[in-house]
């Protein structure tokens, strides 16, 4: 009964990373705390561990359904340009509304409307990918990739044409990073990730029959397109909270997917969605612990990130090498 | 029952599945033959619904395909493709538990466990089960997938191109285990078979296609005979009796 050792295996392996994950938790949160200075502290490093918590669950789960539904383990969102959509409809927004309108857009409207306009662009370029009858994933991704390099350009463009000042607001919109998080949106991010959770748990086993490939998913009664449909949607909001709250850092994903799916040895993705968001808090809090405190912000987190994910690709890369 | 009207698949101009009607028996071995390109694959892909059909109706039970849901459809109807890549590490046993999704869902019960054991035994698997799909031979893998059909339990199997690149032994070990299920079972097996000895030895029933149409169809012994043979691949076949069975000699 291997397959019940293993979930075992994979059990102990997400408790030894919460534990992991509570320490350095504390490890970024305590320190240098008095009474005095709590009030002051306190939230804003709170903050920045639910920012934590909200990226690592929306790179981690989006990367790792992505590669489900496209039946490759280098890919990730990025590669379909969707977070150079949601810089170009940031871009976009402003571009048309001027900075005025969208600095009396309070609150979460923006955000709203982004989230909103991604996914209406996933709908569009599902629909137009699978109306006609031999169009497939591979067929997806790579007009993803052009779809991305066009997106990427277009909001060079617009930005090169915006006055200075505007350009300044829509920099302070756009290029968020984990020093500079956007915490005003940390709520209703939490929000969303919570409907996505409650919505997506039910498709966690019909996405491990999808590792089989189409046909035999189709066979074993999955509703394919559906499916597919449905992991894109999720993907175009995930990739927009994150991508709002600290900025692309799309690395991360193919990082800690891989490291999850190496450590665990499982395909269920019920585990491995499990691994991926506990070792995203660990590898973003220690991120953070690093760039705060050792390298005392002279540094950035991505990279710290691409210094840790270039050296394990490194090894992975020999390691395939050898076999 | 299955039964198919009027069914149609067009690539570009071509059509590659023309208007055929099928109405499949139960309780057989269903061969379909033909050569390259006659749509055979085309043609049982649609009836699984696996490839969309550009016209026509698909009646399986008296229900057409679009009135069933998936997941109803999956514990009626399986169908095994002839590639099968896979991206993960799975063991033939993880491998054929899948099998139980459409009823399990993915928390096996007693009866799903017992199920994966008969299906384990059946394709004489049980010593291989904790072993990798990636360690296995190309015949030892068909048979896991062929395990995880009959795990799946359903009345109608669709086989395309099961023997291919399989040798002598695994054929005949495959197509044995057929006869069983459909003999022990009372499974109905459609499968598609470019070996047309094979067909002979174990068919009970032949569907002969040739460009996108059905030219021919009928119980083993009408088909396997050299007139009709030439109507279908348009080369003399010889067909000899031995040892009470009908072996076709193409080998010019």
Known sequence: ?323 | MIAVRNITKIYGDKKVVDSVDLDIPRGKIIAFIGSNGAGKSTLISMICRTLKKDGGEVYIDDKELKDWKSSELSKRLSILKQSNFLNIRLTVRELVSFGRFPYSKGRLNDEDIRHIDKALEYMGLNELQDRYLDELSGGQRQMAYIAMVIAQDTEYIFLDEPLNNLDMKHSVKIMKVLKRLVGELGKTIMVVIHDINFVSCYADYVVAMKDGKIIKQGDTCQIIQSGVLYDIYGMNIDVQNYCGKNICLYYS
């Open chain 1, 1 to 323: 009964m291997e397959y019940i050792l293993k979930d075992k295996k994979s059990k102990k392996i997400i408790m030894c990373l919460i534990l992991l994950d509570l320490m350095v938790i504390a490890a970024f949160l305590l320190p240098g705390i008095t009474p005095k200075n709590i009030h002051f502290f306190m939230p804003r490093r709170i903050t920045k561990i639910l920012a934590v918590i909200i990226v690592s669950y929306s790179i981690g789960y989006s990367s790792l359904i992505f590669q489900t539904v496209t039946n490759n383990h280098i890919l990730t969102p990025s590669v379909m340009g969707l977070d150079s959509l949601y810089l170009f409809i940031q871009t976009f927004i402003v571009f048309a509304a001027g900075s005025q309108t969208l600095s009396q857009m309070i609150g979460y409207r923006h955000f709203l409307i982004c989230v909103g306009l991604m996914i209406f662009a996933a709908c569009i370029l599902f629909l137009l990918l699978f109306r006609g009858s031999s169009k497939n994933v591979y067929f997806l991704v790579l007009t993803g990739m052009i779809m991305g390099s066009l997106f990427n350009g277009m909001a060079t463009f617009m930005q090169v044409l915006l006055d200075p000042n505007e350009f300044a607001v829509l920099q302070g919109r756009m290029f968020a990073s984990f020093n500079n998080i956007n915490s005003n949106l940390v709520g209703i991010s939490i929000l969303i990730i919570i409907a996505v959770c409650i919505i997506s748990v039910r498709d966690l086993p019909y996405l491990d029959v999808l590792l089989l490939g189409p046909e035999n998913a189709i066979s074993l009664g999955v509703d394919y397109k559906k499916l597919v449909f449905k992991t894109l949607i999720i993907c175009a909001v995930l990739v927009s909270v994150s991508t709002a709250l600290v900025g692309p850092i799309t690395f991360l994903g193919i990082l800690i997917v891989n490291l999850a799916r190496h450590m665990l040895g499982t395909y269920s993705h019920r585990s491995i969605s499990l691994g991926i968001m506990f070792l995203g808090i660990l590898f973003l809090t220690g991120g953070l612990l690093v760039t705060e405190r050792i390298f005392k912000f002279e540094t950035t987190m991505s990279v710290i990130i691409n210094f840790i994910g270039g050296i394990y690709f490194l090894y992975l890369m020999l390691k395939e090498r050898k076999q």
